[in-house]
Structure formats: structure tokens, C-alpha cells
């Protein structure tokens, strides 16, 4: 069904924890750490920030101040 169906990576660049949804409940990133999630970003809500997307791979970056 196309890229958002699919398995999808969160990468943390930030040098604190990023928080965002996943099915309704909130999920911590730790700072520099990887996430990955089977079924894609349909049940994803991710909280704006500086990001880089790269194919499956969204880089959280620290906010923009």
C-alpha cells in the first residue's frame, strides 16, 4: 500500500528525549536512540520538530529556537 504502510525507523539526534504518540499512548525516545515500528506511520503522531526524512529513516533534530 506504499512507503507509509511499511516498517518505518525513528532516529533521535537530540540531546534530550523526544516524546509522540503511538496508538494513543505516549512514547519516550531516548536521546540518541532507535525505534522502529512494523506497521508504518498510520498510528505515528510526531510533535514538530526539526526532522530529516531519508527513505524509511525520520531523524528527530533538536527544535529550531
Request: neutral net charge; glycine residues 6%; aromatic residues 4%.
Amino acid at each position: 500500500m506504499g512507503d507509509i504502510m511499511d516498517k518505518i525507523t525513528i532516529r533521535s539526534d537530540r540531546k534530550d528525549d523526544y516524546k509522540f504518540n503511538y496508538k494513543g499512548e505516549e512514547v519516550v525516545l531516548k536521546a540518541g536512540s532507535i525505534i522502529s515500528i512494523a506497521n508504518g506511520l498510520t498510528e505515528v503522531v510526531l510533535p514538530t520538530c526539526a526532522m530529516k526524512i531519508i527513505n524509511n529513516l525520520i531523524v528527530i533534530k533538536d527544535d529550531i529556537k
